[in-house]
């Protein structure tokens, strides 16, 4: 049999297994070693697992995914989120959908230190979606508010899945984390145009508290400036060339330490769970990297890469009408997979196509990210949504009903990185 008929048959039998629900893990792994098994026998095969778990196990970068993860954990848990979205429901009280603009900014500012969507999800879930509802705003706008500005913790810096992206493509993750400044605070302007035209269901002053009602100003000041200072640190030293981004999560966790023990916000609880959800996480990512590095390599030996790659070169449709067609690829493969799971099976092939129609690494990572993003909140996956969904109690049916604008403010961003790329590209190459 030829190898590209091998390559297309396991890849084939790898979809159909994690549609029938095998963890995308274990789908990724299993499908790299039988493929190698099949191609060059099963000693190679383990030869090969040998090493990719040795290059992962070994990569300086790595390290900076469990330290990124852990910074959020531990932001979480010491509350720091709740000051963010108390001083913007504060200034933005007396305005029509303030609190769903304060709720959209806290996202941001909470994304700004985490990097976790899932960690923003169950934080502002409990924060910000009770706070709603009280005030006047439907379930489901008060919901799908939150579950989708939850997705801003991937795209602003620093962001877990732009440091799985820059480990496996080899692409400069301090690069990765400046480029997704822009597009980032693009998304959040397009989520509060979302918020601002579903009037019908907040109402006309979204606050009425008084001053007197709420905490004092100094009560949550503290919390902001520290979130702030953290960003300042961690982004600012990446971009001067202070020190690389694994240097820069361990100065980030190191910070947030320092700070929440300072003020007394962490307790040794919330330390405990924090480390045993930063062990959990990884170990899940460490898996699924490991799995797409295997499959990549057997890929590459049966040459369905450069077929694919061929073929998409050889097709008379303008490059933008190619990304296009991908990101829809996206939407339907977020309907049937986690994210971290999409993303490493799609870029053995996704990364050449668009490298080969013009577009940069750096810009890849960002667009890819976005699709993600929107893949969080797409039934019948959804990942934010049923986060939300434990969170809160709101069924996830009623969630999803809601997601639809936001979504379709992602998707304008997502058309904007295509036709206008130097919106991922103009800010990292200021740092040449």
Not at 86 to 98: I, K, N, T, Y
Not at 154 to 166: A, H, K, N, R
Request: aromatic residues 8%; glycine residues 10%.
């Amino acid at each position: 049999m030829e190898p590209l008929t091998i390559g297309i048959l396991v890849m084939s039998a790898m979809l159909i297994v994690v549609v029938l629900g095998l963890p995308v893990g274990y789908a990724l792994l299993g499908a790299g070693t039988i493929g190698y098994a099949i191609l060059s026998g099963p000693s190679q095969a383990l030869t090969q697992i040998g090493l990719a778990l040795w290059d992962n196990g070994t990569n300086f970068l790595f390290i900076a995914v469990p330290l990124f993860i852990l910074m959020g954990q531990l932001i979480f848990h010491a509350g720091l989120a709740e000051d963010i979205f108390s001083l913007a429901q504060r200034g933005l009280r007396r305005v029509p959908g303030g609190l769903g603009v304060s709720t959209v900014l806290a996202s941001a500012g909470f994304g700004a230190v985490t990097g976790s969507s899932v960690a923003a999800v169950a934080t502002m879930g409990n924060i910000a979606v009770p706070q709603m509802i009280k005030r006047g705003y439907s379930e489901k706008l008060s919901t799908a508010t939150v579950a989708s500005a939850a997705t801003l913790a991937i795209i602003i810096p620093p962001s877990v899945p732009l440091v799985i992206y820059g480990v496996w493509s080899e692409t400069s993750i301090g690069a990765l984390f400046i480029a997704g400044i822009v597009p980032g605070l693009i998304l959040t302007c397009a989520f509060i145009g979302a918020v601002m035209v579903q009037r019908s269901q907040y109402p006309a002053v979204s606050a009425t508290v008084s001053d007197e009602a709420l905490p004092p100003l100094s009560t949550h000041a503290v919390g902001l400036a520290s979130v702030f200072l953290i960003f300042v640190i961690v982004i600012g030293g990446i971009y001067a060339g202070i020190f690389t981004p694994t240097e820069a999560s361990g100065i980030g966790v190191f910070s947030v330490l320092a700070i929440a023990l300072v003020g007394r916000r962490l307790t040794l609880d919330g330390l405990r769970k924090a480390l045993k959800e930063t062990l959990r996480t990884t170990a899940a990512i460490f898996l699924i990297l490991t799995g797409g590095i295997i499959l990549s390599r057997f890929l590459v030996q049966t040459r369905l890469t450069d077929a694919v790659v061929g073929l998409v070169s050889h097709l008379d449709a303008s490059p933008q009408s190619i990304l296009i067609a991908l990101a829809l690829v996206y939407l339907f493969l977020g309907a049937i997979m986690d994210t971290f799971g999409m993303l490493i099976l799609t870029l053995p092939l996704v990364l050449p196509i668009t490298m080969a129609i013009g577009y940069d690494p750096i810009w890849t990572g960002i667009y890819l990210t976005v699709l993600m993003e929107i893949a969080m909140l797409t039934p019948p996956i959804g990942l934010n949504v049923f986060v939300l969904e434990r969170a809160t109690g709101v069924p996830a049916a009623r969630i999803f009903a809601g997601i639809w604008p936001f979504v379709a403010a992602s998707l304008t961003v997502v058309l904007l990185l295509i036709y206008f790329p130097q919106i991922a590209t103009w800010l990292p190459e200021t740092m040449r």
